[in-house]
């Protein structure tokens, strides 16, 4: 009985530990975070008074305004406001574009197999690893042929083909445990391509879409590299305006209104993964367990 | 009219041949079942006739016409899969009306062809499930009621009761060999297990490596099997294959088996042709022995051999006896009480039913 009870004891002290541990590491993952909402809610003197950590005096949406509204971009004071329409302009059609390719091409190689097709997807799992830098000059000479250079619709393009190759994978993968007699089923009841896809395939596919979505939605609204080499100027994504409010101020350095611009730009991602997250892990492993 | 006629039909993946002149011909009505043991190429040649998989020659006629060119909707057959494959996002209702949507049927004929195919299998009270909410036996159903309200001229089945347990495999054997009865239609059935083919077919082909080894009616690969694999394929437990060397006593056939330490058994009275009895007489054979056609031997039943039992295993119905004959291995099926392991026993053989096979080619001699 002592026995059991030390055991239980030992068990509990163990348990304390880890907690402690897990604890300790969130908040200090947090950290960043808490400073970034405080120091955009306070006004830019108490910043410049040494409060940097702590809760601040006054309470201010100011920080706020300023950014999405009225601050600086270049020569034009409009705020993140437009900008943040360019990304959602470019991110929707995107994002759709990219997944819808990704499962039709994900179908194909695995429901409807053609000489090949091995080599294909070796291919297009190539794309996975290839570094943004290396096509950055042949799509920019692509888009100039194309006459998107420069514009969102051109942005669209780059994301939706270069994400093309992860949404494959997702795809390819997620079908590949769906077992053929079910298609071979639809084919003898009459069911085409299509009506497969559509009728048969995409409604087990809801975990694996939210996972391509999500997957899709933080790449393409997070990136930087190619909005700041495809576009210029007012058809800039808020990547880029958000780092020309950063760098262009001139004088006293803002950094009230920086952090609010910048938890606005993260904002769609943070909700994307919110409402969707538990898909993501459901989706992320459903391949493994067969279903 | 819906006949089958498979014609030399062959199948290869790149230099692999999966089904080496396969032909196969039943009538109408007929319940044909595929029966081989893993990979033989039954589901191929199944795939085959329901236009899933590509034929690389020959012919295959579904009531008189070729269907090699049509896709699988035009050849007029409907399938139930191994994993009965239902759509596992729509209700049962949904997967047994979806072939009927695709080709544009009213709504009230779709409504009454779901009626009458869901209590014929009682399974009106599970149509607004969803496939994982059954167990295996109702899924099963709703994969035939797929089947059924296409009202094919030909039901193709891949093993369809291979997923299920023993006892449900049972119930289920008796509710399609019904269905058929009821139906009436032709029907093709792939399977490995013996007892399934032996229990639903009016024709069984045998199928070794993507070769035909023997198509006929039950009883008959049961009792005239074509040769040695056949032979040990159907009937549990297997038929024994015993050396003999074949003697002539006037127009019959006495096979003589090594006994070890007795003397050499006589089995005498096996009726052959004429011509087979000059060909193998003093040759060595293979004699094929079905475990019920042993006895133990009494008045009117006269010894054939003595020999002494190894094993004895009651089964319940009756006992099997194991022995050791002409240096194999030999099970008897003998009434229960009547065997006793280590005792020596004298057996009568019921000689009609005695096979011969050929030894080097193992083929049926007649
Ligand atoms: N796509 C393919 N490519 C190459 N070989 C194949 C292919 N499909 C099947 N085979 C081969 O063809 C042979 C027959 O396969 P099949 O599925 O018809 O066997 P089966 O008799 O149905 O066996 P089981 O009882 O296990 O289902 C096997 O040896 C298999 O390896
Ligand atoms: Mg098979």
Known sequence: ?291 | MSTLEIDRVRKAYGHLEVLKEVSISIGTGDFLVLLGPSGCGKSTLLNMIAGLETITGGQIRIAGKTVNDLSPKDRDIAMVFQSYALYPTMTVRQNIEFGMKIRRIAQADRDRAVKTASDLLQITHLLDRKPSQLSGGQRQRVAMGRAIVREPKLFLFDEPLSNLDAKLRVDMRTEIKRLHARLGTTIVYVTHDQIEAMTLATRVAVMKDGVVQQLDEPQAVYDRPANVYVARFVGSPAMNIVPAVLGAEGATATAVIDIARRPAARIGGISLSAEALRRYAGRKVLVGIRPENFSIATASAAPALTVDFDVVEPTGPDTLAVFQLGGVEVTARLPPRQAHAGREAALAVDTSKIVLFDSETETRID
């Open chain 1, 1 to 291: 009985m002592a026995e059991a009870l030390s055991q239980s004891g030992k068990a509990r002290l163990g348990r304390l530990f880890v907690y402690g541990c897990l604890v300790v590491v969130a908040l200090l993952y947090l950290m960043p975070l808490w400073v970034m909402v405080v120091t955009s809610l306070k006004p830019l003197d108490e910043i410049y008074g040494g409060s940097f950590i702590g809760v601040p005096k006054v309470v201010t949406l100011d920080a706020w305004r300023a950014a999405w509204s009225e601050a600086c971009i270049g020569t034009e004071c409009t705020g993140l406001k437009p900008y943040f329409v360019n990304s959602l302009l470019m991110v929707i059609p995107a994002v759709a574009l990219s997944t819808g390719i990704g499962a039709i091409n994900g179908y194909i190689l695995t429901k409807w197999r053609f000489p090949g097709a091995n080599f294909v997807f070796g291919l297009l799992l190539f794309g996975c690893f290839l570094p943004y830098q290396a096509i950055l000059i042949p799509m920019a000479r692509t888009l100039g042929l194309l006459g998107l250079a420069g514009s969102i619709p051109g942005l669209v393009a780059v994301h939706a083909s270069y994400g093309i190759c992860f949404t494959t994978l997702f795809f390819r993968n997620y079908f590949v445990s769906l077992p053929d007699e079910l298609t071979k089923a639809a084919m003898v009841d009459g069911a085409g391509f299509f009506r497969i896809f559509w009728s048969v395939i995409l409604p087990t596919s809801i975990p694996i879409i939210v996972v391509s979505c999500i997957w899709q939605f933080t790449q393409i609204w997070n990136d930087f590299l190619f909005g700041v080499s495809f576009t210029s100027g007012s058809s800039s994504p808020i990547t880029v305006a958000l780092n020309n409010i950063v760098n262009v101020t001139t004088g006293r350095k803002q950094y009230n209104v920086d952090m609010a611009a910048a938890m606005i730009a993260a904002i769609p991602t943070l909700v994307v993964y919110i409402v969707a997250g538990r898909y993501f892990v459901r989706g992320l492993t459903a391949g493994a367990v067969k279903g």
